[in-house]
Structure formats: C-alpha cells, structure tokens
C-alpha cells in the first residue's frame, strides 16, 4: 500500500539557518507532490506543487527538490526567521487519482 | 472574503446526539473534500465530491453521511456521536480533482 513518511517529528533550528524537511514515500509514484504550511488552531495552506518531471521548484525563500528515483522531496526554508515556525505537511497524489494522501508532518521550530 | 468557511468552529456534544457541519467555498471549484485530523495531527480524507457528485468515500462508519445540494457547498451529518469522533474536522476544495486544495479554518468537535 502507499506509504508517505516525514522523517522528523520536530525540528529545531536557528533563525537564519537553512531549515531542510524531508518526505519519503514507496509502493508508488506520483505525478506531483505537494507542501502545506499548519498553524496551530488552522487548517493547512498551499505552499508549492512540484510534478514528477519538475526536479526543482522555488518560492521566495521556498525550495522543493523531488527525487522519483530516491522517491523523496526535500523541503528547504532558507534564511528561517521564527514565524517560520509552524507544521509542514507533505501530500501525494494517490495512485487511484482524485485524491491526495498526507504525511504526519513535521513541527518545525525557528529560535531566535 | 473568505475562501472555504465552516460553520460552526466549535462543537462541543454529548455521545449519541446528531450533529451536522457546514462548509462552503466561494472559489468555484468543482471538488469538494472532508478530511478528519485526530489528536496525532494525522489528516485524513473522509469524503470527496465533484460537482455534486460523490467520487471518493473512504472506509468511514455510516454514521457520517455527506450532502452537497450544490457544488459550492459541501456540508457533514453525523450520527450517534461517539467519544472516537473527537477530532477536527476540515473541509477542502480544489479545482483540479486531487490537486492544490484550499482549507477552510476546520470544526473542532469534542463528543463528552
């Protein structure tokens, strides 16, 4: 069955650090793979979408890599600041399409 | 201006009531979306409907019925509460089936 994994629970990094969030995932490949941003108290919102033939995308600060042969995308926030803290989600498209399937998360923290 | 609104943002119930939760997006999307995030923070897709039309109905009790008189609303009835059903609950809309979705700010529903 498909399974997506985000390595770290929680993340703790210096303000102005490069935070670098990892999403595995096996059993299948996906066309795209998507990044949400949750803050405590609300729902999940759009960061970046990057498809199978993409290897990279970049939003400001954002960087998203996607490996279809190592099956992983790395999320990279650089110079963090600490309203960068927050849970980031990672989510698939489903192998039957229509949906997609979202990893744990990870609780990243920026300290001053 | 609100994208995707739910109504209400809290619901506090005792076991074995009935209780429904509104959504609506004003985005024009043609797919709707109802995912339960439980206490682990894991979000989970219950439900999904296209243009009124239900295409997705994960393995979720009978209990929860959803209805959508049109395609901009998207609205969850449960029955027989049960302690379990304690979560958030988060309604979702996209343009594309599966891709970018667009969160509304989640029902927090405690069964006491």
């Known amino acids: 069955s498909q399974k997506i994994e985000q390595n770290s629970e929680a993340l703790n990094i210096q303000e102005g650090k490069t935070a670098t969030l990892t999403c595995n995932y096996t059993?299948?490949?996906?066309?795209?793979l998507q990044w949400y941003r949750q803050d405590p108290g609300r729902g999940p919102v759009f960061l970046l979408l990057?498809?199978?033939?993409?290897k990279e995308k970049r939003k400001e600060r954002l960087k998203v890599t996607f490996d279809t042969t190592l099956k992983q995308s790395l999320f990279h926030i650089t110079a963090s600041q600490p309203a960068d803290s927050a849970t980031y989600l990672c989510?698939?498209?489903?192998?039957?399409?229509?949906?997609?399937?979202f990893g744990s998360g990870t609780r990243l923290s920026i300290r001053p | 201006d609100t994208a995707v609104s739910q109504t209400p943002k809290y619901l506090v119930t005792q076991m074995g009531n009935d209780k429904s939760i509104k959504c609506e997006q004003n985005?024009?999307?043609?797919?709707m979306y109802w995912y339960k995030q439980d206490s682990k923070k894991f979000l989970k897709i219950m439900f999904s409907?296209?243009?009124?039309?239900?295409?997705i109905n994960e393995t979720v009790p009978n209990r929860f019925s959803p209805k959508s008189p049109d395609k901009a609303h998207l609205n969850l009835h449960i029955n027989s509460l049960e302690l379990g059903d304690s979560a958030v609950y988060f309604c979702?809309?996209?343009?594309?089936?599966?891709?970018?979705?667009?969160f509304g700010p989640g029902t927090r529903l405690l069964v006491l």
């Open positions: 979702a809309s996209s343009q594309v089936k599966g891709e970018t979705q667009y």
């Open positions: 059993n299948y490949s996906p066309a795209y």
């Open positions: 990057i498809r199978e033939n993409e």
């Open positions: 989510a698939l498209e489903a192998s039957s399409a229509s949906k997609i399937i």
């Open positions: 985005l024009g999307h043609d797919t």
């Open positions: 409907y296209n243009n009124k039309e239900l295409i």
